[in-house]
């Protein structure tokens, strides 16, 4: 559990545009999720809170600095190494904030500009590590791989015993869940894709994958499969 999560704050902090881009949207904005966004528990944005009114999104920024100061002392980050990264992402943010108050822009220039700011600020932190840190990093990513692997495949054989599946079905899912992992693989490594539309691309992917099952598994056993998801949100 420690190296999947050590693993996913660096994908986070060192090497995800996406999350790079979450970061830099904070400029001169409140802490919230934008407007329509819903939760698991059907509420809008604004009114994304937990039961005792603490706002989540405000959790979720707490556990991600945690999550920074983790990775930090993971590799051992100098000081000088996070006073550094901290002023590339504080230049990044000034950037971002200028393109934002550029009406002139179209919203495929701002789109553009915006993803070349992030790539230029990962290409910044990745040049402050040392090759003893990278290895570390790319030690982590592995380890998360492996990880995901034996999870991927404890939830295959959940599936198994829960829904009756033979062993041709067990193998036509375990060929879609591969090639989707390859699909999903190559899709984090296009840098030609703007964060916004690996999004969407990996939507489709994951519906892909819903679709794919409704070809596997009898009808009776897609009745199984939703009962048990609809338990489990039951119980969040």
Do not use: C, W
């Amino acid at each position: 559990m420690k190296a999947m999560i050590s693993a996913a704050v660096i994908a986070l902090i060192m090497t995800s545009t996406a999350n790079a881009q979450q970061d830099s949207t904070k400029v001169n904005m409140p802490h919230k999720p934008p407007m329509g966004f819903k939760g698991r528990d059907g509420k809008e944005g604004k009114d994304f809170k937990h039961s005792d009114g603490t706002d989540k999104f405000a959790d979720r920024k707490s556990r991600f600095e945690k999550g920074k100061e983790r990775f930090a002392q993971h590799i051992q980050l100098t000081e000088d190494q996070k006073k550094q990264g901290k002023i590339i992402r504080e230049n990044t943010s000034k950037q971002i904030a200028a393109l934002y108050n550029n009406d002139k822009l179209t919203m495929g220039d701002f789109k553009q500009q915006k993803a070349a700011i992030l790539k230029a600020q990962k290409e910044k932190l990745d040049g402050l590590l040392t090759a003893e840190q990278k290895a570390k990093i790319a030690e982590n990513k592995k380890r998360m791989v492996d990880n995901r692997q034996v999870q991927v495949a404890a939830r295959l054989e959940r599936m198994k015993i829960n829904l009756g599946l033979k062993d041709d079905q067990v193998a036509k899912i375990k060929t879609a869940q591969t090639q989707l992992h390859e699909k999903m693989k190559a899709l984090h490594e296009d840098a030609t894709l703007l964060p916004e539309q690996k999004k969407a691309q990996m939507k489709a992917l994951m519906d892909e994958e819903k679709e794919s099952l409704k070809n596997v598994l009898t009808a009776e056993q897609l009745a199984k499969l939703e009962s048990h998801k609809g338990m489990k949100e039951g119980r969040r």
